[in-house]
């Protein structure tokens, strides 16, 4: 059992008010706990955490580019093992969704290949926040961002998120998950999981954005409970590529969720667009079928 009480990841950091990356990465090094090296590829994260000369890492770190955090790992679990002290010290990484499911897919997808001993974590906050709000493959559908705006001829981004939990299990990964720093207990309690098991092991975390996605810094856990309240952030566990838990919830529609985010109002203002809110209610209860998370 970790000692939660330690803090790996310091106070006096540049992230914006409210920001869930930064809170979910406090909850992150907790679970991970001593003796972890993190990797963290370009993005927000990054930059708002060590600005230099200043740091808010207090276990060892590396900055990789954005495409390469899960070749760096496997450099430094293979360096390691070759010094017997695998056993010892664990590998983290920690990245944001646009160096995750678009430009670091390819390293993630042959690390997970090699079957290379780390836990890769994706602080998902829907888009490439930290160089101007531009979607990424992980925004949701009919989110309003700076490459996909909404207006008379766009309801926003029109493609689905992409399913790199599930993609990861197709790969064999032997512990794969999904999270979200609203619910801090089981984030950490994930995490600890997956750096304990042997093997390339996935977690991806929603990480509400008070800057991208329009809404209030004080009300960044109430939007990342609302997430999964509604179904369109289902958080389970898969062990082995077979379902072993999820969250039950007593569903809510999507309609509060979407209307408490600048990114979505434009389903709401001048009048609501019913068909383009039910295509999302659709998403959510799609999400309720597969992983069965509504409470009986």
Not at 25 to 41: D, F, Q, W, Y
Not at 252 to 264: C, G, I, S
Not at 265 to 282: G, M, S, T, Y
């Amino acid at each position: 059992m970790v000692d939660r009480t330690i803090e790996n990841f310091d106070c006096g950091h540049r992230a914006c008010g409210g920001c869930g990356a930064s809170s979910a990465v406090r909850m992150i090094l907790k679970g991970a706990g001593e003796n972890t090296i993190v990797v963290s590829p370009t993005g927000c994260l990054e930059v708002f955490s060590t600005p230099y000369p200043e740091t808010a890492w207090k276990t060892p770190w590396i900055h990789s580019l954005f495409e390469n955090a899960s070749a760096v790992a496997s450099g430094i679990e293979a360096s390691l093992k070759k010094q017997g002290r695998l056993d010892k010290e664990k590998i983290l990484v920690i990245g944001g969704d646009g160096a995750t499911v678009d430009i670091g897919m390819l390293c993630i997808s042959g690390a997970f290949e090699r079957g290379h001993d780390f836990t890769y974590v994706c602080y998902d906050n829907e888009a490439y926040m930290n160089t101007g709000i531009q979607r990424s493959g992980a925004t949701p559908y009919d989110a309003d961002t700076t490459t996909s705006p909404s207006g008379a001829c766009s309801t926003g981004n029109n493609r689905p998120k992409k399913d790199l939990p599930q993609i990861l299990v197709a790969h064999g990964s032997p512990y794969v998950a999904t999270a979200t720093m609203a619910y801090p207990m089981d984030l950490m309690r994930k995490v600890e999981k997956a750096m304990n098991t042997p093997g390339p092991c996935y977690i991806q975390v929603h990480a509400p954005c008070c800057t991208g996605w329009g809404f209030d810094g004080s009300k960044t856990m109430e939007i990342g409970r609302m997430a999964v309240e509604c179904g369109l952030w289902p958080c389970y566990e898969m062990v082995d590529g077979k379902l072993t838990s999820v969250k039950k919830v007593k569903r809510v529609p999507v309609d509060e969720y979407l209307k408490a985010q600048k990114r979505f109002r434009h389903l709401f203002k001048p009048a609501r667009n019913d068909a383009e809110v039910a295509k999302i209610q659709a998403i959510a209860d799609a999400n309720a079928a597969k992983y069965g998370i509504d409470i009986a």
